[in-house]
T-cell receptor, first 111, second 113 residues
Framework: GQNIDQPTEMTATEGAIVQINCTYQ??????LFWYQQHAGEAPTFLSY????GLEEKGRFSSFLSRSKGYSYLLLKELQMKDSASYLC????????????FGRGTSLIVHP | SAVISQKPSRDICQRGTSLTIQCQVD?????MFWYRQQPGQSLTLIAT?????????ESGFVIDKFPISRPNLTFSTLTVSNMSPEDSSIYLC??????????FGSGTRLTVV
């Protein structure tokens, strides 16, 4: 089976930097996704990491360490609109091409 | 990436009734996925809908409860049958996007009373 763990809730201040961690245990590994989900809306794709290292996309960066079963999503220059749930999802190898989602981290950005 | 139109966006239903949720994609896709997201929980895959064959259901989900249709490569429906309050949830359809991620419909918020 697969086990994905991320903090339930985090709070941060507007303009600051926040790091949301995700650890996983899977039978094989074939990629890790990060999604953003605002309340009452569908998840939207943020990033996809397959290889180790940091991928930067504007204010958002995602890091992966396959040997440690670890990823983080880094959000810089936080804005109020970044208040949302951030979902980590892992795609295992060996047949199942469909990602398994973590429970999500609810990020609250305050002034 | 694909654009998905999902409806209804929300509904309140009586227990024992059924609701059919529709997803229309603006391009042809081989597979469509149906998820459930219960309050405070992660997205849970219900089934994979393939055109021309029966849907593939995940453990804990059965065709009698969640019948799925996939009449063509741009459309699918999920029916939640004989509903109970435990079925209150958000239901989402999804397809694989060009970026390798997954694009989701806007979701259907179902409340069973």
């Amino acid at each position: 089976g697969q086990n994905i763990d991320q903090p339930t809730e985090m709070t941060a201040t507007e303009g600051a930097i926040v790091q949301i961690n995700c650890t996983y245990q899977t039978s094989g590994f074939n990629g890790l996704f990060w999604y953003q989900q605002h309340a009452g809306e569908a998840p939207t794709f943020l990033s996809y990491n397959v290889l180790d290292g940091l991928e930067e996309k504007g204010r958002f960066s995602s890091f992966l360490s396959r040997s440690k079963g670890y990823s983080y999503l880094l959000l810089k220059e936080l804005q109020m609109k970044d208040s949302a749930s951030y979902l980590c999802a892992v795609k295992a190898s060996g047949g199942s091409y469909i990602p398994t989602f973590g429970r999500g981290t609810s990020l609250i950005v305050h002034p | 990436s694909a654009v998905i139109s999902q409806k209804p966006s929300r509904d309140i239903c009586q227990r024992g009734t059924s609701l059919t949720i529709q997803c229309q994609v603006d391009s042809q896709v081989t597979m469509m996925f149906w998820y459930r997201q219960q309050p405070g929980q992660s997205l849970t895959l219900i089934a994979t809908a393939n055109q021309g064959s029966e849907a593939t259901y995940e453990s804990g989900f059965v065709i009698d409860k969640f019948p799925i249709s996939r009449p063509n490569l741009t459309f699918s429906t999920l029916t939640v049958s004989n509903m109970s309050p435990e079925d209150s949830s958000i239901y989402l359809c999804s397809v694989v996007s060009m970026q390798g991620g997954y694009t989701f419909g806007s979701g259907t918020r179902l409340t069973v009373v």
